[in-house]
């Protein structure tokens, strides 16, 4: 019974002196809208949370670490996250408020000037989303992601897009069949051409630059504590 009280107590004081996860914010929106990060040296599980809508959702259970670049991100519907390498799998998006969060990719081509199709990470600038649509800038490209719609051509129910080869035959972009659902996919003009997606209207018109975001309330920049809960 003696050595039992002797475990018990031991087990307590351990107990005791368990350190809790830290959890900082490490980006805010706005004053109802902000990413939590919960883990040692600015690396861990990513949370989003939206007090006036009610949301709180994880983004990533582990390893996330924070973009250091220029991020400015006035919108609400479409949210779109970078990390620290902003290459495949480096981007997580939600198109419902962040109540739920997918991974994106690059469109296939030279997006790059050595026929890369995504950016090395020493040469991004800034990552902007405005207008439920991002922009993603690097020191010889600007990435984008569709304007945010999909094309009703191409929903069920549609008529399809008709388009000419150079051969005079006349192809068709079936209803269903067009690939890329908004916002899922991040390309540059070079990278759409010669694409079929190019002919879809949420891929036309595109900027050149970067939109100007006037009067934004929330942070430019992500913040980490490295010493915190250490």
């Known amino acids: 019974m ?10 307590t004081i351990t107990g005791c002196q368990t350190k809790q996860t ?6 805010r929106f706005d004053d109802h809208r902000y990413l939590e990060l919960t883990g040692y040296n600015c690396e861990g599980a990513l949370w989003y949370t939206d007090t006036q809508r009610g949301i709180h959702s994880e983004i990533t259970s582990q390893f996330y670490r ?9 919108s609400e519907r479409y949210i779109a996250i ?13 198109k419902d408020y962040g109540q739920s969060w997918q991974s994106v990719r690059y469109s296939p081509g030279p ?14 600038i800034s990552f902007t989303v405005a207008n439920d649509q991002g922009f993603l800038l690097t020191k010889h490209s600007l990435y ?24 005079g035959s006349v192809q068709v972009v079936k209803p269903g069949s067009a690939g890329w659902s908004w916002g899922k996919v991040y390309s540059t003009k070079r990278g ?30 992500m913040r980490c504590d490295m010493d915190a809960g250490k």
Do not use: C
């Not at 970078?82 to 939600?94: A, E, N, Y």
């Not at 630059?209 to 942070?219: C, H, L, R, S």
């Open 111 to 124: 997006n790059e000037p050595d026929g890369m199709d995504s950016p090395p990470q020493e040469e991004v």
């Open 192 to 221: 759409l051409e010669g694409s079929v997606q190019i002919l879809r209207a949420e891929w036309q018109d595109l900027p050149d630059q970067v939109p100007e975001v006037k009067n934004y309330k929330g942070w430019d920049h």
């Open 22 to 27: 830290p959890t900082q914010v490490v980006y």
């Open 66 to 74: 924070i973009f250091t670049h220029t991020f400015v991100h006035p």
């Open 144 to 167: 984008m992601s569709s304007k945010p719609f999909d094309d009703p051509r191409i929903l069920h129910g549609g008529p399809g897009i008709s388009y000419t080869l150079d051969d």
């Open 2 to 11: 003696k050595g039992l009280k002797i475990l018990l107590l031991a087990l």
């Open 82 to 94: 970078p990390s620290w390498g902003t290459g495949h799998g480096g981007l997580s998006v939600s």
